[in-house]
Each structure stands twice: as structure tokens, then as C-alpha cells.
């Protein structure tokens, strides 16, 4: 898996976030059980078993929680000091991917639980046949409230990611949404991360920015189109609630 034609893959895993939904004081939201495995390590066990070059943990908020369910794992933990967003948390674990890693999928460490391997695979081959700078997931939801939409021009084209509070009635109605599960260049993250810009009302760095500056620079874009595929992000102890049962119902 790590090798595809001469690219060697690695994965960055962000599971800094404080999570203040969930109201934990010690332990961070990563570390809650679903089916009876900490959050992270779904993805965790995921990546070893399709043998990524490297896997970089990105933690913060109760980072020792992280690394007492991770300990028997091999990890290379990098820290994300403050907590300004997902591009920045890119970016404090892109400084920790080694040298021969070519391309990186970055996921979240708290929404990732349902992802398959044969997803992971598809999104890998779409982004090396296309030799896209970045490519990422979409999927379809019937209730896209909170998500960012996928907007395309008439070519199909990805033209931008707009989040709930900024999109339009018309813009709303859309279905395809962003559940963030990206693969990046390196080459790509390490020339436009510093570029990214501050948002003016939450004073955080997005790692969506990195979309509206690929389509600036005319940097290729691929997408993976999953259509319904399950997936529950989990920011709140009743999502956890639904990924749980979702999870039971998917493996019954």
C-alpha cells in the first residue's frame, strides 16, 4: 500500500482538539469508546493493516490520554501547542512526517471510525492517476446542516467548499458535503500552508482554505464521490450516541 508507482504514502491523524462539546476535563474526546475501541484507533488499526509509511498523530488538549491508548502503536506523536485550527494542526504534524513521504492523507481522529479500506485505497489510486495536488472524499447526506457544501461548476468541477454559515438558501439545499478526508502532495502542503489565512471570526487557520487557494493557483483537484457512504462525525456525547448505533446496525 505504501508504494504506488514511485510515491510513498503517509498519514497525519489530528486529535488535538479540545472538544468542549463533550465536556472532558482528562481525557480527550479520541479516546471514547465506540464498540468498545477508542475512537482513534478504528483509524489506527485501519492504517497498520494497510501499511502506511509513517503515521502522525497530531495531539494537544490531554495529549497523554491520546498516547496511553496509542502506546502499544507505532506513532510518531507531534504537538499542537496551541489550538488554532486544523490547517495549523496540519502543519505542526507535517513537521514530523519523514523525508521519503511523498503524499499524506490527513484525517480527523474523531470521525474517521467508518472509513474502509477499500475506500482509503480508491481515494489513493484517484489522487495518483489524476497526479492531483490535493483530492478528498465527498459524500451525500440527507441532512447536510453544520457540513460544508460542495459546490461545482456546469464541468463538474469543485469550485468551492462553503460552510453553513456562509452558504447561500440555494447553496444549502446541497447534499454533497465535505466529511474531511484528504490526501495531499507534500510537496503542495509544504508550498501553500503558510498561505492559508486567518479566519476574522474565530481567529483559527481552516485546512478547507487550501481548496480556495488550489483553485487560485490552478492546482488539479481530484474528488472520490462516496455517495452514502456511513459517516457520523462526533462532537457531542448524543452523536456518539448515534455513531454507536449506527456502528451496531452496520455489523450486525
Given amino acids: 500500500m ?3 508507482s514511485d510515491r510513498t504514502l503517509g498519514a497525519i491523524i489530528l486529535a488535538a482538539g479540545k472538544g468542549k462539546r463533550m465536556k472532558s476535563k482528562d481525557a480527550n474526546k ?16 485501519l492504517f497498520e493493516n494497510m501499511d502506511f ?16 491508548v496509542l502506546k502499544d502503536n507505532q506513532i510518531i506523536f507531534a504537538e499542537q501547542t ?13 513537521a514530523s512526517v519523514p523525508s521519503n513521504i511523498s503524499d499524506v492523507l490527513v484525517i480527523q481522529g474523531d470521525d474517521s471510525h467508518f472509513y474502509k479500506e477499500a475506500t482509503i485505497k480508491k481515494l489513493m489510486e484517484t489522487h495518483i492517476n489524476a497526479d492531483a495536488s490535493l483530492t478528498f472524499v465527498t459524500i451525500d447526506v440527507e441532512n447536510p446542516f ?22 447561500t438558501d440555494g447553496q444549502k439545499k446541497i447534499k454533497e458535503v465535505n466529511p474531511a478526508c484528504y490526501v495531499f502532495k507534500v510537496d503542495f502542503l509544504k508550498k501553500y500552508l ?3 489565512q486567518k479566519s476574522p471570526i474565530t481567529g483559527e487557520y481552516y485546512l478547507t482554505s487550501l481548496i480556495t487557494i488550489a483553485i487560485k493557483y490552478k492546482e488539479p ?15 457531542t456525547r448524543e452523536e456518539l450516541q448515534e455513531a454507536e448505533k449506527l456502528y451496531h446496525d452496520l455489523n450486525q
Wanted: charged share 25%.
Fill in 30 to 45: 479520541v479516546t471514547l469508546p465506540l464498540a468498545d475501541k477508542p475512537l482513534i484507533l478504528h483509524a489506527i488499526h
Fill in 2 to 4: 505504501t508504494k504506488i
Fill in 194 to 196: 503558510p498561505q492559508v
Fill in 146 to 167: 453544520g457540513l460544508g457544501r460542495i459546490v461545482r461548476n456546469d464541468k463538474d468541477d469543485v469550485v468551492a467548499i462553503v460552510e453553513e454559515k456562509d452558504a
Fill in 221 to 235: 483537484i481530484a474528488t472520490l464521490r462516496a455517495g452514502a457512504m456511513p459517516w457520523r462525525g462526533v462532537n
Fill in 53 to 68: 509509511g509513517a503515521i502522525v498523530v497530531v495531539v494537544g488538549f490531554a495529549k497523554d490520554s491520546v498516547k496511553k
Fill in 82 to 94: 496551541k489550538r488554532l485550527g486544523t490547517a495549523h494542526a496540519v502543519k505542526s504534524g507535517l
